[in-house]
């Protein structure tokens, strides 16, 4: 696997169904609280690597 953009959406989509798992008891409270932590994985990543892609080396 080259593309960390594929790892980062795997390490989100795994993180994110066990902390639904665990956080809530019903399956439809989990889904969208699974979806919720996914989006917001993805979302945060993407805006931080834009924020710190002027950064130099």
Do not use: K, N
């Not at 593309?3 to 639904?20: E, G, K, R």
């Not at 809530?24 to 710190?52: K, N, P």
Request: proline share 4%; charged share 10%.
């Amino acid at each position: 696997m080259h593309s960390h953009f594929l790892l980062l959406i795997l390490f989100a989509f795994f993180v994110s169904f066990v902390f639904a798992l665990i956080a809530r008891d019903e399956a439809a409270e989990q889904l969208r609280f699974g979806g919720m932590l996914f989006a917001g994985f993805i979302v945060s990543a993407v805006v931080l690597g834009w924020l710190m892609y002027p950064i130099p080396f």
